[in-house]
């Protein structure tokens, strides 16, 4: 893809109409510097800093170096790698299928079901949590249909067991933004021209045939967009996380984001260690997001 | 005639803006409403006869919420957003007086200190320095259905005096009868925890405030009876708060062993009046272990920030500082026992409790409260006790007992360092 140019100014008259532009966007250029920037910095200043409340001292890079000794942040790696590794396919490819079928034009009712599919992310993401906690805890409605139906004896731990609580976030998540990135594929299936479909039909090509090598390719760009944007989110998880099992049981569900919520907050306060986990999501986003991009641009 | 309804306006508006100014506002957080908010809420009106140019707005905000909001003010720097009285959990208040200093307005000489029970004035006091009124007894005990232990043939001094594993034998013989589970409590047994640690004199702390957690022979028995407790069957894992107190309330759970403020959660289960007992809780089977403990309690703290700290500091003090008659009150509906020495001889502590089928439960609480064994909480408590929640849950996946508390205790050095 190669980036628009803007003109070389060549004379008065243009290097005027070139200032002018440049004052237009000069607010939110401001803007952007003062409110993501400049925090940016002194985020990167304060996690330079060691110590607990307001009794904060400059360490070098003594907060990075612990990092690695810290079991909770170590179990919260693991665990946030597993969220992406598994979540973030699975999401896609189930948005991709969704769109797809929902593409077809001859499906009845294609507005109602797209509406239905996309609604769960127009919800608030504490009370879609809030109501996923209702549905798998011991006295949720989930255990409750299972005892009466006779189908266990006793309650399903879904949230008390480690392995079973991940899946229920993962399961949380897939539910609330699936819709989302369907709605980027439906649109970018319409940029796809029909009589390529009609052409491969004719040429003998099944439904499978036509997936993979037509639609896949050409919604390339889109489907890189909603990688690197999942990916963005996935690592940052956290509402679920808090709402649902509080990091628990014990650490087994705990991201990263909620580790920092808990240095930050809940325990005595050690904001410059806080702010290093931080910078380290924010590095790990970068090279993914990199790595994203350099994989999706081979030709 | 315009020029007099012009000056009777000013003269309106000047003596407004004066009684508002006479009036002094005082915004107070804390939490459930069966509880606390019950209990300032009749504090206020005993203020009133005594005060009444004094207009107190209760804001009703979770524990974690007090805290997390005080953290982000602190820190911030930004304090008007603060109260100006805030509740504070016991295991709390040294964390934030020591975190951050200066923060808190300190009482000497204007609260009856000598009143209090020591080991709740000790709790709040930094550098020599008190900054709180002591509020709930957090004493410890054992509520459990009467009518479930009857079912198996037992009584309520069959649960008296016993150990742990006594304890879970009895459970077992009720379940077989009930079908019910004879405990609830939050999974991860976090309040079990701290509660028998303490049972039996001992904290996750030494006398020099260092974390002893591996070599601690109450953490140890206390981690092996939460395994037998979880391995036994009568123990059920509530996910959250709401379904704790559910399970009692709805009768899925036969028991349940808290700190004493949760009688006001007890009795909201007006079907089941009549059928509830107290005792006290069970022991650790080592040599210090006795048969009671402490689990939360609270006391009332005022921000530095606070634009009337002496205003709120005598509210506090001349109720829930000095009036005998205000804890009488609230002692029946909330079950908020006093840690005000005075409030205990008053009569309200000797009735019979209707809904725990004429026990006198507050009598028994206070003999409780005189063997609870006196520990030293740090600054890192809650830390430490998630460090063992941890090592529980790893203990539960089959790690060794020696290699889950080994990491716990390097997790809670790491931490402190």
């Known amino acids: 893809m190669t980036a628009l140019r803007a003109p070389r100014p060549r004379g008065g008259l243009d290097r005027k109409i070139a200032r002018k532009g440049w004052l237009f966007i000069l607010p939110a250029v401001l803007l952007i510097l003062a409110l993501s920037f400049y925090p940016m910095v002194e985020a990167f200043l304060l996690s330079l800093q060691k110590g607990s409340g307001n009794q904060l001292t400059y360490g070098g890079l003594s907060n990075y170096q612990r990092l690695p000794k810290d079991n909770t942040y170590v179990t919260a790696l693991g665990n946030t790698f597993f969220y992406l590794i598994v979540q973030v396919p699975v999401m896609l490819a189930l948005a991709l299928i969704l769109a797809v079928m929902l593409n077809d034009s001859k499906l009845m009712g294609r507005g109602i079901y797209r509406t239905l599919i996309f609604l769960p992310c127009a919800t608030s993401l504490v009370s879609c949590s809030m109501i996923f906690l209702q549905l798998f805890s011991n006295n949720g409605l989930l255990n409750s249909l299972f005892l009466r139906w006779g189908w266990v004896s006793e309650p399903i731990p879904f949230l008390t067991n480690a392995v079973y609580a991940r899946l229920v976030i993962v399961i949380t998540m897939l539910w609330r933004w699936t819709g989302y990135n369907m709605v980027f594929y439906l649109a970018g299936l319409q940029n796809i021209d029909h009589q390529i479909y009609e052409a491969a039909r004719i040429d003998g090509a099944s439904a499978i045939q036509q997936f993979t090598k037509i639609t896949v390719p050409l919604l390339r760009p889109i489907i890189l967009f909603t990688t690197v944007l999942s990916t963005n989110g996935t690592l940052q998880l956290f509402d679920e996380v808090r709402i649902m099992t509080a990091g628990g049981p014990g650490i087994g569900t705990a991201t990263l984001s909620w580790h920092i919520y808990r240095t930050t907050f809940e325990s005595v306060p050690r904001f410059g260690y806080a702010a290093a986990m931080a910078f380290t999501i924010f590095l790990m986003v970068a090279a993914l997001a990199f790595i994203q991009m350099k994989v999706g641009e081979r030709k | ?417």
């Open chain 2, 1 to 417: 005639m315009k020029k007099l309804l012009a000056l009777l306006l000013v003269t309106v508006l000047l003596l407004s803006a004066a009684s508002a100014l006479a009036q002094t506002k005082l915004t107070v957080w804390c939490w459930d409403p069966a509880f606390n908010i019950y209990a300032m809420e009749e504090a206020k009106k005993v203020y009133a006869l005594i005060n009444p140019d004094v207009e107190i707005e209760v804001i009703e905000t979770l524990s974690v919420d007090c805290e997390t909001k005080q953290t982000a003010a602190l820190s911030s720097g930004q304090t008007d957003t603060l109260p100006d009285i805030v509740l504070m959990q016991d295991n709390s208040g040294r964390r934030f007086l020591d975190t951050f200093p200066g923060a808190y307005f300190p009482m000497d000489g204007l609260v009856d200190y000598d009143n209090f029970a020591t080991y709740k004035i000790d709790k709040f006091t930094s550098d020599g320095k008190r900054y709180a009124v002591p509020f709930d007894n957090g004493v410890a005990a054992t509520f459990v259905r009467t009518d479930y232990l009857e079912a198996a043939g037992f009584t309520l001094n069959d649960l008296t005096d016993i150990t742990w594993d006594r304890f879970i034998e009895i459970g077992q013989k009720v379940k077989e009868a009930t079908g019910q589970f004879m405990l609830v409590t939050q999974a991860g047994y976090a309040d079990f925890v701290s509660m028998i640690t303490q049972s039996a004199d001992f904290w996750f702390f030494d006398e020099d405030g260092r974390p002893n957690i591996n070599t601690n022979p109450a953490v140890r028995a206390m981690v092996e009876v939460i395994v037998k407790l979880h391995e036994s069957g009568i123990v059920k894992e509530a996910v959250d708060w709401s379904e704790y107190i559910a399970s009692f309330n709805n009768g899925s759970a036969g028991s349940t062993i808290q700190g004493c403020w949760i009688i006001g959660s007890i009795v909201l289960a007006e079907d089941q009046a009549g059928k509830w007992g107290v005792t006290n809780i069970p022991r650790l089977d080592i040599e210090s272990g006795t048969n009671y403990s402490s689990q939360g309690g609270s006391s009332w703290v005022v921000p530095a920030s606070s634009k009337n700290p002496e205003a709120a500091v005598d509210f506090l003090s001349k109720t829930f500082g000095a009036s005998v008659e205000f804890y009488q009150t609230i002692l029946q509906s909330s079950g908020a026992i006093a840690t005000y020495l005075p409030a205990a001889a008053g009569p309200a502590y000797s009735e019979p409790h209707p809904f725990f089928n004429g026990q006198k439960v507050f009598e028994d609480l206070m003999s409780y409260s005189a063997h609870v064994p006196l520990v030293k909480y740090g600054v890192y408590n809650y830390e430490a006790r998630d460090e063992i929640v941890i090592a529980i849950e790893a203990i539960f996946n089959g790690t060794s007992i020696d290699d889950a508390l080994n990491s716990a205790q390097s997790a809670i050095e790491f931490i402190m360092e």
